[in-house]
C-alpha cells in the first residue's frame, strides 16, 4: 500500500468528504489524525480503525485548539506525511445579512486555520510530504448569499500556491475543488437514498453527480510520490460542470421563471 506508516492528518475528518480521506487513506496503510466537533462520529470511526485512527474533539476557529491539536498529534507520532486542510463551514452571505462575526468565523474556519497549522507542522513534515487544501468550484462561480463559504473557498485556494512558494523544496501543497458531491452516505444516515435527479446528473458532462471516493482518489495523488511535480495547483473535480454553457432553450434546457 502506498501510504504505509505515513502519518496524515484530516481537519473536518468525521463526516462527509473529510471521512472519505481519512478512510481512503486508512485503507492505504497510513495512521491517521483527525479533528472534528463530532464527538459522535469521531467516536464510531475510532471503533471501527482502533489504532489507525486517531480522534480529537476540536473546535478548528480557536487558535488553542489548534495548538493543542497539534501537540497531541506530535506526541503521537512525532512527524507528518500529509496534512488535508478539509474543514469548513458556511454562514451564509448578503442576502441572510451574514454579520461581521459570522463572516469571520468562516475565514478563521476555512483559511486562517489551514496556514496555522501548516505553521505548526512546519518543522515536522517528513520528506516527500504534502498538503491538500480542501476548495471548492465556488472559488470561480457563485450562486446568491453564499458569499462568506465562497470568500473562504477564494481564500484557500489562494493560500494554495502562496504556501507552495514558502514551502518550496520541503513540502509539496495543492488544492482540491470539488463541484457537486453527494456526500449522504458518509453522513449520518446509515440507510441514505440519493435524492437528486436525472437532470441534476445530466447537467455534469461526466454524466453523474460527484462521489466523496471521486475527491479522495484525487487527494491520495496529490500526497502520493506519483505526483512529485504537482506544486501550487488548484484542480477542479467536477465532472465537467463548470465547463458546460446553460442557455436556456439550448439543448433542451429551459429556465422557469417565478411567478
Avoid at 54 to 61: G, N, P, Q
Avoid at 130 to 136: D, E, L, R, T, W
Avoid at 177 to 202: F, K, L, N
Wanted: charged share 25%; proline share 3%; glycine share 10%.
Amino acid at each position: 500500500m502506498k501510504f504505509n506508516d505515513k502519518i496524515c492528518i484530516v481537519t473536518g475528518g468525521a463526516n462527509g468528504i473529510g471521512r472519505c480521506i481519512a478512510e481512503a487513506f486508512i485503507h492505504e496503510g497510513a495512521r491517521v489524525a483527525v479533528m472534528d466537533t463530532d464527538a459522535e462520529s469521531g467516536t464510531k470511526l475510532v471503533e471501527k480503525y482502533a489504532d489507525k485512527l486517531l480522534f480529537i474533539r476540536s473546535d478548528i476557529s480557536e487558535k488553542e485548539s489548534l495548538e493543542r491539536f497539534a501537540k497531541k498529534v506530535l506526541g503521537a507520532f512525532g512527524k507528518v506525511d500529509c496534512l488535508i486542510n478539509n474543514a469548513c463551514i458556511s454562514k451564509k452571505g448578503l442576502v441572510s445579512r451574514c454579520s461581521y462575526e459570522d463572516f469571520n468565523d468562516v475565514l478563521r474556519i476555512g483559511v486562517t486555520a489551514p496556514y496555522y497549522l501548516t505553521m505548526l507542522f512546519a518543522e515536522h513534515f517528513a520528506p516527500g510530504a504534502a498538503i491538500v487544501n480542501i476548495s471548492s468550484t465556488r472559488y470561480l462561480m457563485s450562486q446568491p448569499d453564499t458569499e462568506s463559504y465562497t470568500a473562504a473557498k477564494g481564500g484557500i485556494s489562494a493560500l494554495t500556491h502562496a504556501l507552495s512558494v514558502s514551502l518550496a523544496g520541503k513540502v509539496r501543497v495543492n488544492a482540491v475543488c470539488p463541484g457537486w458531491i453527494d456526500t449522504g452516505a458518509y453522513q449520518h444516515e446509515d440507510d441514505y437514498v440519493q435524492r437528486y435527479s436525472s437532470p441534476d446528473e445530466a447537467q455534469h458532462p461526466a454524466g453523474r453527480v460527484g462521489k466523496p471516493q471521486d475527491i479522495a482518489n484525487m487527494v491520495l495523488y496529490l500526497c502520493s510520490e506519483d505526483a512529485g511535480f504537482m506544486d501550487g495547483q488548484n484542480i477542479v473535480v467536477d465532472g465537467g460542470m463548470t465547463r458546460r454553457m446553460i442557455y436556456h432553450g439550448d439543448n433542451g434546457w429551459t429556465m422557469n421563471e417565478k411567478e
